[in-house]
């Protein structure tokens, strides 16, 4: 029994620990958009939206993996 509850926790904690990585990961990519925004008039090459669009998608992914989670555990709970 002791191993349903480990691997459930073990789950918990990967996802937990990947939310973690993509809000690392938005954060970082929010501070290279404005880098970006700062260095156009002297770069205009630099699309400043992309990293707006890829930190959205990371954050938009975030509460995808955070929803399934809430609403189904047994699909980051491997099966035995």
Do not use: K
Not at 3 to 32: H, P
Request: glycine content about 4%; aromatic content about 4%.
């Amino acid at each position: 029994m002791t191993g349903n509850q480990d691997s459930s926790a073990s789950s918990r904690d990967d996802v937990r620990l990947l939310l973690w990585d993509l809000a690392c990961i938005a954060g970082t990519l929010s501070e290279i958009a404005t880098v970006w925004r700062r260095a156009r008039p002297y770069r205009p090459e630099l699309p400043a939206v992309v990293p707006e669009q890829l930190a959205g998608a990371a954050r938009h992914l975030a509460s995808v993996i955070e929803s399934l989670a809430e609403l189904a555990p047994e699909l980051v709970t491997p099966a035995d």
